[in-house]
């Protein structure tokens, strides 16, 4: 089979997708051939979209995307780029007034025979020669692979570039038919030894296509162009009956489907990012297909443009040394042109002075490439898309291919405009933005979000559409959604404090109503404290936004008053994971509720907390690690006073404790990242305690308490843990009560041991334990000095 010979019916074009030498080869072949129709393997459905490829607006890489009308998230991608021969194909047929058309299975087959219905990569047009837009993996059989292999290559990416894109000084030959027949022919053994390549819903496929053929040169006779993968083409030349590929293709199951035109980028392209036909260097690539002389000296000075902007000492001489070396490498290689090995391989050894770290950049930058295409207004497209994209264009945020930080401040109009709409999408799960921690100010009034455009999101778009025909609209029916359908407190409190960052005022009240039910259903104390955080910053935004917010204040309210009654109780009998989990509650209902006073109708809430914060570090029942953190939280808002704090943790570590819930304790008090470390810094007494305890924990209980401690520790800074360090080399300071000190004890305690006063204790115990009935006696003369000395 030879796909491209004129006498032999119509011409057959076997294209690798995305190869600009296949693309040169195509524009050349048509300007020879002038055929009277171009057919283009892809979904028929698409053909009312063609004419907008002509459109001034339209800048590739974009991709046809296909739909399930009832079911958006299936969906299907057909890309292209300025170097892809479909897309040239189409732009020659458009400009000669040619007829062009698509005739892969419709989209409404294979979108209905797709096994996942995600929008996930895997049906997005799959292996390297067009496999099926339904595909679910890469084919076993690379026929790429195949015949790299047969010619002795170990690189397929090398073998094709050889013998396709570096074929001729400009990729013109005498007979640009040639490869084609060529490439037709080799196919052919390739499918003879491997049959289908893993695909078997390939043959529907193409018995589609064979029928599309068909049709069309009844209309236009045999002087057609069929632009395909050339794994299809010796399919396409077999000689099959009617009434056999209609057979195949009769009963398969179908969708409605709509199309439309997408923006499409070169990340997207690559083969690394998931997509099945992609390729390894899109940027590359592209730099070759739009060359017009001297690809690989244009090359170098690209590079060096960009390392330059990256402040690096880039000069022409780097430039010229860059282009001989790869010359060189290409020459000692055998190969017929410097490929992008070999400029990669100069470009370290020359520009990056042998580091991968600039050359990181290089193929982030340029081999792969940040090129995000654009495609015209009028392109058809679900209303929620029209209203984002006019949301866009009016607030002046651009989507892009690169991530990118965007710094807002809340008190600009503009700014709060952006971050509504932000803030709408990710209530409707359009991942547009995330937030993220600035490098400014944290305060309320600021914003920082890390952008970054992905085509999928497209899908995300049109499966929001079911909710509104506009941001606003869709965003507002879907928290009133979740509210009613809500059944955990924490979810309707978070529901809440998005509403009131992507102000969405009727939806509000819903939400309103479903939080006051589900607080006054839930008696888990548990709930409750994670709810109130959310309440609290939902509050503080509102206060910015000068919304409205009483009856959320009212909610809060009740539940920080439920919560200080019923915590106590819930602190006690807990292991060690339910221990931690609470410790972490009862730090976001402390942040809470400093936030909620003053905001709130309810007198007194701060200390009525730090009453339940006393009884907390007080009681011996309550877990180690909530004790210690209660006691510190008490201590930074000045709430105890330093000496009641050693105290408490000299009881704490005394000889009677396990020694593992007195690392609990410790973990509690001086854990974390929020300035535990320099409290022992500056407080010498309390590091004296902890070094005390620690040398006193015997050798067969240490290696229990050791993860406790270093997790405590290991979250200090270097500097800090250096400081405790020098501290505890160089022992207690001059005068300070430390615990180490000789002759001294922590405070909390005596000057010494009374060992009257303790045996005097003796002949109590023993008549409170039966030992003996002589211990009576005894124990009257004991109470003696005991109530003597008080």
Known sequence: MTGAAPAAGPLLLGVRHHGPGSARAVRATLEAALPKAVLIEGPPEGDALLPLAADEQMRPPVALLAHAVDDPGRAAFWPLAEFSPEWVAIRWALGHDVPVRFIDLPAAHSLAMTDSPDGSDDKERGAEEAAPA????????????????????????????????????????????????????????????????????????????????????????????????????????????????????????????????????????????????????????????????????????KVAGLLRDEDRFVSSAHVIEAVRLAGTLAAMRGRPLAGLDETTDAIRAVMCEGSDVPLALVRDRLIVGEALGEVPDTAPAVPLQRDLTRLQRTLRLKPEAQERELELDLRKDTDASRSRLLHRLRLLAVGWGEPA???????????????????????????????????????????????????????????????????????LPVVMRALADRAALDADVGHLAD???????????????????????????????????????????????????????????????GLLAGTVPADGLRERWAAVLHKLAARDTVAGVIRGRSTRLLLDDGRLEEDDAARLMGLALSPGTPPADAAAWIEGFVGGADGGGMLLVHDERLLGLVDAWLAGVPADMFTDVLPLLRRTFSAYEAGVRRTLGELVRRGPAAGAPAATAAGTAAPGFGPGLDEARADAVVPVLRLLLGLDAEGAEGADNAMEPLGATG
Not at 258 to 273: D, F, I, M, Q, Y
Not at 448 to 472: C, D, F, Y
Not at 566 to 571: E, H, S, T
């Open 437 to 507: 921690t600035g490098r400014g100010s944290t305060g309320t009034f600021r914003e920082t979000w890390r952008l970054h455009w992905e085509p999928e999101l497209h899908v995300r778009v049109a499966e929001a559409g079911v909710w509104g025909t506009t941001v606003l609209s869709a965003a507002t029916a879907k928290a009133e959604s979740e509210a009613v359908s809500a059944t955990a407190l924490a979810e309707v409190t978070a529901l809440a404090e998005h509403c009131l960052l992507a102000e969405l005022p009727e939806a």
């Open 134 to 301: 339904d595909a679910v993996a890469a084919p076993p059989v690379d026929p790429i692979g195949a015949l790299a292999e047969a010619a002795g290559y170990d690189d397929p990416e090398r073998w094709w570039e050889d013998i396709v894109e570096h074929r001729a000084p400009n990729g013109e030959l005498a007979d640009p038919r040639a490869p084609f027949a060529v490439l037709g022919e080799a196919m052919t053994v390739v499918r003879e030894v491997y049959g289908d390549g893993g695909h078997p819903r390939d043959a529907v496929r193409e018995a589609y296509m064979r029928i599309q053929l068909r049709a069309a040169r009844k209309e236009f006779g045999d002087d057609i162009a069929v632009v395909c993968g050339a794994w299809h083409v010796p399919a396409l030349g077999a000689r099959t009956t009617v009434g056999a590929d209609r057979a195949l293709v009769k009963g398969l199951p179908k969708v409605k489907a709509e199309l439309t035109w997408v923006p499409w980028t070169h990340r997207r392209l690559a083969r690394h990012s998931g997509y099945g036909a992609g390729i390894d260097s899109p940027g590359w690539y592209g730099h070759l297909f739009a060359a017009p002389d001297r690809p690989v000296e244009r090359w170098m000075t």
């Open 531 to 593: 709810a109130l955080p959310a309440l609290a910053r939902t509050l503080r935004y509102g206060d910015v936004r000068s919304t409205d917010t009483a009856a959320l204040g009212e909610v809060a309210a009740g539940l920080a008053e439920r919560i200080c009654v019923g915590l106590p109780p819930a602190c006690t009998g807990l292991d060690a994971d339910g221990a931690a989990e609470l410790r972490r509650k009862v730090d976001g209902v402390h942040t809470a509720i």
